[in-house]
Structure formats: structure tokens, C-alpha cells
């Protein structure tokens, strides 16, 4: 079994879906609530690690006593670092042979595990906290449709009490803020300073916290120089922190983008109401910081300035909103910096150029739990993604002569989409741009390329059949189906009852290599699963699509494979499959690139019927 936490945290992640997936809903639970409980801790001593490290390379002795060439910051930085080994070295049941794994931080971090511990609450009688499930994920995706309606399922049972609905990952500052501001109702002015202090102070210890997370690793894709490497993985590290406040600006679920300011404003009244003027007039001083030309308080400063009792030195801001201040302004002037210069087009191209040439695997078989397979990201940008988006939806509605509307595979959803072939008969009469495409082209090659990179593949490899499929959930469809969009299968046979693959028709036979490069991820549902078998009883990885992830396996039967029902919006992805059948080499292929050349020679399309681009499909 797996000795650190991020990989138990997959490990138990992982087996509270199958639990899930098997009705097991008392294991799931289980499996969850460890999972759940695992994360937090690692997550609680990777933060505090790094802040207590930081904190002691501050306070430590120079080693020389005056700074010359900033030789001081890189001092901290080697002080830190060590200090950080040793602090992990402290918690090896988090950190032995640890290495951070993104996907996993991810699918914690949007509180993935709530979408399936909510059916297993409710599945095991426990509503109230099926019902504090559905909540605490709401709180992180507001807008997400499928789990309002649940919430508003349970709601309605009569053993819940919306009352004493909880959400499971809030922050203490945030029951400490609402006590504040309903001590502010009832003019309870004592309760306002003591929960308003409390909750100040746990606000800026969980922005710390925050901070502190994101200064986690950096993929730099290339390897640059040491100054460059540096301000990369700094604008990295700036651009998360800077998440951080809207994170913690939602209380509940509800959006305040004056959190840590609104503190000063309710304590300032309090201490007034308690005769305590100094600390009314220096919380006047310090939520000016943050909204100087803000009427309310500059009349209220005026009205305090003219109390007999009054200094003016009184309107001294506190430290600790001038400290939050001064670095909040210069982190801001910094990415404004960054965004304004390195807008030129050079500076992109290198980048590119440079990722290129990087093979990046995500997930590798073992994390897949299964040969012959991996996940890489990175692939296409959004901008590529939305292009290709487009043009499958553009030819979808003026009806794109696929064959039927609905989906092969569920009534539920619609299937569209468009395969290589079909663009380039488009392209060839002009009914589409030539760089659909080119771009079309670019991103399988690309694709095509890391396939052969990751399974070594000497044998020259073909591609066979190239589509873009777009899922759509049908608005009539029910948004809490558990169905799939696609069933468990093998790309080149067909499972018998008996569990043995037939290598032989309608299956595809020659497809050795199969390829999906996804495109988007705003949709429900739609995962991606490899099983053991074809009723999924044992899953052995789930993979949500995104914007440039591909997923490339063999084509056989020990690659069984399926997709989740999409429950709502569309999934788009481009499905690639390659042989190394001279027969079943994809023609039209080589034509789109002398199509694109403008070399088109009438002699290559009369080996070809043209009218059998349109007809080629693949279901
Ligand atoms: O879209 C996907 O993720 C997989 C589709 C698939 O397995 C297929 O078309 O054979
Ligand atoms: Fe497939």
C-alpha cells in the first residue's frame, strides 16, 4: 500500500468511489470521511511547515552583518529550506518520499469528495449531514445546479433542520464573523470587539495559511536560467496568492469582497459605543487604508476628530492592516507589471517553443492502475480548445450529416461533432476557414507524437479514424442520472457475455493505439473510467476531463474503458485512433495537408469518392 499521505489520500479517495460505484454506501462513508480527515492534516502541517520555517529564517542571525547584493534574501532562502526538510522529516507519515501531486491537491481542494459522501449520508439515514454535505460543496461552486436541487431535496425532509446545516470545511474565522455581526444586531457591543478581534485574527492566520499553500511546486515545463527560473516560479506562487482573498471572502457562500476591511468598520462602532476612542479612531485609520475616499468613514473620523477627548495622533492606523496594505499594493503593482510587459509576442513563442519540446506525463500507469495507459496535460490551449468547440457546434447546427441526432450510445444525450475527413471537405469547398483545419491537424499530430514518445513505438504507426465528439445532455434528461454516456468497451473488440474480447467485426480489429484529447470541462459528470470488467463493478481510475488533457491507451481488452453520463452542459473532446495497418490508414489525412498547402492535385481525389467523406462515420 502506499506509504504517503497524498497517495492514501488518492488511495482512500479512490476506494470510497468504488464503494460508491458498488452500493457499499457505509464503506463510502468511511472511506470519505478518512480521506477528508487525511488531507486536512497533511495540508495543516505542509502550511504550517513552511510559515514556521519562514518565520525562523527571520529571526535567525546573518551569517554576515550587512547585506550586499541581496545576499541576505538567499541566506533566508537556504535557512528555509533546510529548516523545511527537517520540519517534514517531523511528520514522516505525511511526507516520507513526498512528492506533491497536483491532481490530488485539486480534487480536495473543490471538494470533489462531498458530490459522492452527500448520497452516501443520505443513503445510510443520515439526511442532516447528507444535507451538510450537499451545502459545504455549494459553498465552493454556488453555481452548480444538480447539487442545489439535492439540497433542496433534503431540506425538505422532516428530520432536517436547515437550522443546524453545517458547512464542514469552514475556516473558524468565518462562525466567528457571523457571531460578530449578529452581536452587531442585538448592539451587543462587548460581543462585537471580542468575536470581530477573534475573527480578525483567524482571518489573517487562514490568508497566511492560504498564502502559504501556494507556495507549493512549479512545473516550469523548460529549464531556463537561475533568475528567469525564479521570477517564474514567483509569478506562479503571486498569481495564487492572489486567489486567496476571494477564496476567503466567501462566508458560507456568500461573496464579501470587503472582509478583512468590514472588520475595522464594525469594530470601530463597538469601541465607540465602549468609550474606548483610541481603538475607535485607530480602526477608522486602518479600514481608510483600504477605502480612502470612503464617505461613511471619513465622516465618521471627522465626527470622532471633534469629540473634546479626541487627538488627532489617535488616527493611527494598526499594524497589521499596514502591513496587509503596503503588501497588497505592491503585490498588485508587480502582476500589473507582469501583465502589461510580457505581453510580447517573443516571450510567448519561447514559452511554447520551449513547453514543446517537454513530455509531461500526469498520470502514469500505476496511478491509473493499469498498463499500457497514461494521462498527459497541457496539449492545447484555451483558446485552441474553444476554436475547435466552435467549429464542431457551428456544423452541428446546420446539421452536419451525421447519422442520426442522438447519441449511439444514450438517448439521454446528444452526440455531434466532426471528424478530420469532414472538415476538410469543408475546407476544400469553402464553407470553412483553412485554420480549423490546421489546427485540427496540429493538435492530433501532437498528440500522434507523444503516443509513440510514451509506448516507444518503433513500427510506423497510421492514424486510422480522427473525430470530434461533442455529448450533450438533453434538457429533458434527468440531472441526477447514474447511467453512462458511454458503456464499458475495448476500442478493438467486442466483450462477450463470457468476459472474452472478440477480435473480430463490427469491432474495430486494427485499431492498435487509441487517443481522446479533451477540450473543456464545464459540464457535470462526463468522467472518463477505466474498469476491470463491463459492468464497472471494479473501477480502477476515474480521469475528469479538461482543456488539453489527452488519455492514450492500447486498444485491446485490457484496456476496458467508458464514460460517465453527462449530466449537464456539453463535452467535447477529439477521439484519435491509431494502427499500424497500412490498410487502414487515414487518406484524407495527407490530402488536408496539401489542401492546406494550396498544392491540390486533382489526381489525389480521384482515388478518393468524395462523397464518402461525408458518409464516414464511426459510432
Ligand atoms: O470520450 C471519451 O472519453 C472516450 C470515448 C471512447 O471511449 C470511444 O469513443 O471509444
Ligand atoms: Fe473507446
Redesign the pocket.
Known sequence: EPTNTTESCVYLYENGVEAYLENRFADCVDFFEKALQKYRSYKKKLQGCRLKCKYDAELSEPLYPVDVDNLLFYEKAVKQTLCIMRCKKEYPEHFDNFNVNPETEKLFEEQKPYEYLHICYFQTGDPMKAASSAFTYLVSHPDDKVMQTNLKHYSSMKNVNMEEIENFEAEDYVYLYVHGANSYEHKDWRGVEENMEESLVAYLQAEEECRAQCEGPFDQGWYPDFIPSISNHFTFCLKCKQKCKTRLGSLNGEKHDDLLPSHYHYLQYAYFKLGHLRKACEAVASYLLFYPDDETMLSNMKYYSGLPKVQDTFFQPREEAIRYVQRQIYETRILKFINKEFRSKTIEQDTYEASERNFRVTLTEKQLRGAKRFVSDGLASEKECKTLIGLAKMFAKLGDGYEGERSPHTIMEKFEGITLSRALFLVYFRLLKPDYLDLYLKLTEDVKRRVQDYFKIKKKLYFSYTQLVCRSALPESPKNRHDFS?EIHA?NCNILNSGVCEKSPPAYTWRDYSA?LYLNSNFDGGE?IFASDKAATHVQSVIEPRCGRMIAFTSGSENL?G?KAVRSGSRC?I?IWFTHDEKYADEDRSIAYHVLDNDINFDMFSSVDISTLKRKTNT
Request: charged share 10%; aromatic share 12%.
Open positions: 458511454h476500442d481522446i472518463f474503458h464514460v473532446a477521439g
